[in-house]
């Protein structure tokens, strides 16, 4: 699987759109971009996937680039409770059942 | 939908115990379970996938007779820590892949073992 790469934290105050960025410039043609997050303590949760067009759920938004080296994922009106680590991760969506976890980005929400 | 519990949430064991972790698929069968362990301030780190009715596979570093994983119903998978010591304390975490359309993985809420 290809790596990831994200800035290790960020603030954002709370109301306000969160921006995550995620490099992955190494990426292969059948990989997907996969976004989960990691409240403390806790299990982690699926937010969402992509390929190569940009993603909309309850959640959050994925703006992949037409490139595909990068992408962002987008947390449009952010409260306390987003509070977590961000993992990117890239892989074949089928086959290679494996999720490689980084570091992720330990996101804060201010009020 | 795709709940996946773990069962203790905490447990505290004296060093040279045996303890077991059970993950469950609460609303849908899987046939592939992961088990993961996360050190504090640490990511997540594979080590094992658990397939229903064989063996596990274990990561590359993970001792497969002291961490025991079974898969016996596709709706269950246990992890034994045998022999457990302190550096076995950690935040272990079970995933379950769904067995059919978009096959994602679902995180059970995690395991944190203290062996004293």
């Known amino acids: 699987d290809a790596k990831t790469t994200q800035p290790p934290s960020m603030d954002c105050a709370e109301g306000r759109a969160a921006n995550l960025p995620c490099n992955h410039s190494?990426?292969?043609?059948?990989?997907?971009v996969y976004w989960y997050r990691q409240i403390h303590s806790q299990g982690p949760q699926y937010i969402i996937h992509?390929?190569?067009n940009n993603e909309t759920n309850e959640m959050a938004s994925l703006i992949i680039t037409e490139d595909r080296k990068s992408s962002t994922l987008i947390l449009p009106h952010a409260t306390l409770r987003d509070t977590a680590v961000y993992y990117c991760?890239?892989?074949?969506?089928?086959?290679?059942?494996?999720?490689?976890f980084g570091t992720g980005t330990r996101l804060t929400i201010i009020p | 939908g795709a709940v996946v519990s773990q069962h203790p949430s905490r447990v505290i064991c004296k060093s040279g115990t045996s303890v077991k972790i059970e993950c469950r698929s609460l609303d849908f069968q899987a046939t592939t379970m992961f088990w993961y362990r996360q050190f504090p301030k640490k990511s997540l780190m594979l080590m094992a996938t658990s397939n229903e009715g064989s063996k596990a596979t274990y990561e590359q570093g993970v001792e497969k007779d002291k961490f025991l994983i079974n898969h016996a119903s596709l709706t269950l998978s246990t992890l034994t820590v045998t022999s457990a010591h302190p550096e076995d304390s950690s935040f272990y975490i079970c995933s379950a892949r769904l067995t059919s359309g978009s096959r994602e993985q679902f995180f059970g809420p995690g395991t944190r073992l203290t062996v004293l």
């Open positions: 190494t990426i292969s043609g059948n990989e997907y």
């Open positions: 992509g390929l190569k």
């Open positions: 991760i890239v892989r074949v969506a089928v086959g290679n059942e494996k999720l490689t």
